[in-house]
């Protein structure tokens, strides 16, 4: 690589992590989900395990995760203070996409213009624009794309090992790892009906691969498989919420956030892949990308993470697709266009992905400064043992700030009936019965219930309908308002009787 393109892929860098970390610091809060595992990084930096038993989460429960993004995590949470670290860390990990996808884009292409307007694509796709979640996406992310960068190059003894150590660590963040499995699968297929020769140190990796993930995946659920049976791919995800992790297919949507461009250029390229100059680094990359269609069309994957991998797949492609368009140029009498192509490609790419970016960064789904003070109430002036009622997203905002049982949240797995408890939430929010209510708060024993902006918003209420005299206290009158229950449903009906 010379100077001027270090510069630039530098500069690439610098750009979209000022972008990304100026969107994080713009809105105060972190993602719902956030809040799981901010508890579990710092329970890692307090007693060096996991919390995989949680004493709060729906009143008592254990857990099974994958724990190295919270280790990874847990020491920058020795330097930085946590919830700094939370915001700066991941937007680095994401931002160092755009490096990792130049570096493969040139593997592919070998032209150093295009690679680094793949790299500009991937670090504004709108699908990535999330920098408020502190998830363990955001390191799978950029460390599956350096998996495939580093079995691109395994002809190099060095990027073996880089290969071997990076598939572990994947393996142990995620089990989206199952996507480069499969992807091997789609790929030793395609290449048997081309008639293509599969190299022996591919063959070797890739058993390497498929025996190394099922023994770490068993290592981690054995527990949830014994118990729940196959049915643990889909998570105990209640199935009247089940479309929200895996809604059904909306091309127009997707299209939105991996951008119209990248995507016709991604149709094109696949094409001519497939069925004109079948390349083997292309065969891997069409053969990822269908192993991912796959496992999100059967309900294997996680909507936003399949549209995230399959988005940064296109900025790949796109680098190809340039690199085509620029030969065509020079071979064809618009060659006087030549000097102008790049300037309009990049300003075709900013108009039509930059706004979209913005725009989705600016509507992530984060409590706000007033919702957040109102549950560091609770944790102030309410017993320790208490159970306290919140809809379902706003349930790790009990257990992390509050530090109370909750009645819910959306860590789902080796939950019982857990369509019956969700049924029982929303229950407790919309009923007009105050028979009703109590009964679901004699069930899971819960003291105080909590309504948000957020939750009035979200089950179009103005307040609970059900609070009389007697039963529910305000605690709390802001704009979130919090009621300690006073009574249970056994001496109601006794005083009616």
Request: a neutral charge; one cysteine or more; proline letters at 4%.
């Amino acid at each position: 690589m010379d100077n001027r393109t270090k510069y630039w892929l530098i500069g690439i860098f610098l750009l979209t992590l000022t972008v990304r970390l100026l969107l994080a610091f713009l809105i105060p809060n972190l993602t719902y989900e956030s809040y799981f595992h901010l508890r579990q990084v710092e329970h890692i930096t307090q007693t060096g395990l996991p919390l995989y038993h949680d004493t709060l989460s729906y009143g008592g429960r254990d857990l099974v995760f994958l724990p190295f993004f919270h280790y990874f995590m847990g020491f920058f949470d020795l330097l930085l203070p946590l919830e700094l670290a939370a915001k700066l860390i991941p937007n680095i990990l994401m931002a160092l996409l755009t490096v990792i996808v130049y570096f493969i884009s040139k593997k592919i292409t070998n032209h150093d213009t295009s690679s680094l307007i793949a790299a500009s694509i991937a670090g504004f796709l709108p699908v990535l624009a999330t920098p408020n979640n502190f998830v363990p996406e955001t390191l799978f992310l950029p460390l599956i794309f350096f998996t495939i960068y580093c079995f691109l190059n395994l002809s190099e003894k060095k990027y073996l090992y880089f290969y071997l150590i990076s598939f572990i660590l994947l393996s142990l963040t995620s089990s989206a790892t199952s996507i480069i499995i499969v992807g091997f699968g789609i790929y030793l297929l395609l290449s048997f009906l081309e008639e293509r020769q599969i190299k022996p140190e591919e063959k070797e990796v890739m058993l390497f691969s498929l025996f190394m993930f099922i023994w770490l995946q068993f290592l981690f659920f054995k527990k949830v498989l014994i118990s729940t049976g196959i049915g643990f791919i889909w998570q105990n995800i209640p199935p009247a919420i089940i479309l929200e992790y895996f809604p059904h297919l909306s091309i127009p949507n997707a299209i939105v956030l991996v951008s119209v461009i990248p995507f016709l250029a991604g149709i094109g390229v696949v094409y001519q892949s497939l069925f004109q100059v079948k390349s083997r680094k292309m065969f891997l990359l069409i053969s990822l990308v269908i192993a991912t269609t796959i496992l999100a069309w059967f309900r294997l994957l996680r909507f936003d993470l399949s549209l995230s991998f399959f988005g940064i797949t296109l900025a790949i492609l796109f680098s190809l697709f340039y690199q085509d368009l620029v030969m065509y140029v020079e071979k064809t009498k618009l060659s006087s266009l030549r000097k102008n192509l790049l300037p309009l490609t990049l300003i075709l790419l900013m108009v039509t992905i930059v706004p979209l970016t913005i725009g989705t960064a600016l509507k992530q789904s984060t409590p706000s400064i007033k919702e957040i003070t109102a549950f560091k109430w609770l944790k102030d002036n309410s017993p320790q043992d208490v159970g306290v009622l919140s809809a379902l997203e706003e349930g790790h905002l009990v257990t992390y700030y509050s530090q109370r049982r909750n009645l819910m949240d959306n860590q789902f797995t080796l939950i019982n009936n857990i369509g019956t408890r969700f049924s029982d939430l929303n229950n407790a929010y919309i009923t007009p019965f105050q028979t009703q209510a109590l009964s679901v708060f004699d069930k899971y024993k819960i003291q105080y219930i909590v309504l948000t902006p957020s939750a009035q918003l979200k089950y179009d209420i103005h307040g609970f309908n059900y609070l009389g005299e007697g039963c529910f206290k305000k605690q709390y009158d802001e704009e979130t308002k919090i009621y300690q229950v006073e009574c249970a449903l056994t001496s109601l009906l006794g005083e009616q009787t």
